[in-house]
């Protein structure tokens, strides 16, 4: 079983928005707070979830 961190599932959940139209080319991207707010994780899991999703773009 393989398990992914809070982080990594973020990023995953903002690719799917972005796979599915929800968010486009040139959108911007919810703050930390929306995110943190939205997902339920501490706003440092969502920076690392940022940094993620940046290097790997």
Same mark, same amino acid.
């Given at each position: #079983?393989? +398990? +992914?961190? =809070? +982080?990594?599932? &973020? %990023?995953?959940a %903002?690719? $799917?928005t @972005? =796979?599915?139209? %929800?968010? =486009? =080319?040139g959108? %911007? #991207?919810?703050?930390?707070? /929306? &995110?943190?707010? /939205? +997902? /339920?994780?501490?706003? @440092?899991?969502?920076?690392?979830?940022?940094? &993620?999703?940046? $290097?790997?773009?």
């Amino acid at each position: #079983m393989f +398990y +992914y961190t =809070k +982080y990594q599932q &973020l %990023v995953s959940a %903002v690719l $799917n928005t @972005i =796979k599915h139209g %929800v968010l =486009k =080319k040139g959108d %911007v #991207m919810p703050s930390i707070n /929306e &995110l943190s707010f /939205e +997902y /339920e994780i501490s706003r @440092i899991t969502i920076g690392k979830g940022i940094c &993620l999703f940046l $290097n790997n773009r």
